[in-house]
């Protein structure tokens, strides 16, 4: 089955550090852009960061640059996110997601802006 | 970034038709053509309903579709079922950056 699997998740005191995965199958994962999205309790989705198949390209959301690390290992099917400094407001379900791209006719790099494919999240509390 | 600008609920009847609008500007919604909207139901991820303001993904029923005028895309789902009440998140871009609208819940009566 094509799924994503998030794990690492947990219950952690402010300052402190934790380390995500998402486990691709059933896909060839190193031809896709993948993200993480997070989502407060209660609260609508997040956009945290945006990795490239081949790693080149990093992008994050202004609330965790600095403190979060995206990564992705394609020999091993697994997206990352080593989150550090954590915070109440870091407080989410985090899900990984996927998302195509191709190159048009002039050979430049083009993103999909969807994710179609989701995991079913991972719990990261941040409370003392 | 701000998030989209979503209507915090709606609702109708089985049968029904309803539409959620998400209200962006220029930068994002505006300015690109790569909106998505998203199905969440209590508990489960998100899933994909519709990208590119219109397309549907395989498997997806022809009830949902999408549209765009000016800032503001449109998510429409007619036929109403039990089952579509849900919370629907629109999304687009801008720059670098993905943004989501704060999403809408939807209750069929």
């Known amino acids: 089955e094509v799924q994503l699997v998030e794990s690492g998740g947990g219950l952690v005191q402010p300052g402190e550090s934790l380390r995500l995965s998402c486990a691709a199958s059933?896909?060839?994962?190193?031809?896709?852009?993948m993200n993480w999205v997070r989502q407060a309790p209660g609260k609508g989705l997040e956009w945290v960061s945006y990795?490239?198949?081949?790693?080149?390209?990093?992008y994050y959301a202004d609330s965790v640059k600095g403190r979060f690390t995206i990564s992705r290992d394609n020999a091993k099917n697994s997206l990352y996110l080593q989150m550090n400094s954590l915070r109440g407001e870091d407080t989410a379900v985090y899900y990984c997601?996927?998302?195509?791209?191709?190159?048009?006719?002039?050979?430049?790099?083009?993103?999909?802006?969807?994710?179609?494919?989701w995991g079913r999240g991972t719990l990261v509390t941040v409370s003392s | 970034q701000s998030a989209l600008t979503q209507p915090a609920s709606v609702s109708g009847s089985p049968g029904q038709s309803i539409t959620i609008s998400c209200t962006g500007t220029?930068?994002?919604?505006?300015?690109?053509?790569?909106v998505s909207w998203y199905q969440q139901h209590p508990g489960k991820a998100p899933k994909l309903m519709i990208y590119?303001?219109?397309n549907r993904p395989s498997g997806v029923s022809n009830r949902f579709s999408g549209s765009k005028s000016g800032n503001t895309a449109s998510l429409t789902i007619s036929g109403l079922q039990a089952e579509d009440e849900a919370d629907y998140y629109c999304?687009?871009?801008?720059?670098?950056?993905?943004?989501f609208g704060g999403g809408t819940k939807l209750t069929v009566l």
């Open positions: 997601a996927r998302e195509g791209y191709y190159y048009d006719r002039s050979g430049s790099f083009v993103r999909y802006w969807y994710f179609d494919l």
């Open positions: 059933e896909f060839t994962f190193s031809h896709y852009s």
């Open positions: 990795i490239s198949s081949s790693t080149s390209t990093i």
């Open positions: 220029s930068s994002d919604v505006g300015g690109s053509n790569s």
């Open positions: 590119d303001v219109s």
């Open positions: 999304s687009s871009y801008t720059s670098t950056i993905v943004i």
